[in-house]
């Protein structure tokens, strides 16, 4: 009995990472398209999808440490960049 529940959940894996991953993206993608979805729902397919693509990952812009690792310069160089940041993003078009 145990073999079957085990091999139901392997095959169930697979087809989430293959068949599901497709569909999760397909639709995500369409809920950005749709220019009557809701911008929470947009806003949240918009995450998923820059997430997914590696765009939230902090080695791409070289901090690799948590707050409460780095130095007091480390913090300071930090906050000065999400601040320029913050100053060159474009407006919230979801608002």
């Known amino acids: 009995m145990t073999e079957d529940v085990e091999e139901a959940q392997r095959e169930l894996l697979h087809r989430i990472q293959t068949e599901g ?22 806003a949240t397919a918009s995450a998923t999808l820059f997430r997914v693509a590696g765009y939230f990952d902090r080695k791409d812009h070289g901090v690799n440490k948590e ?12 906050i000065k960049r999400l601040g320029q940041l913050h100053r060159r993003r474009p407006p919230n078009i979801f608002e």
């Open 21 to 42: 991953v497709q569909v999760a993206y397909a639709t995500a993608l369409a809920v950005c398209r749709d220019p009557t979805a809701p911008a929470p729902a947009k």
């Open 67 to 78: 707050p409460h690792e780095m130095s007091a310069e480390e913090l300071q160089s930090e």
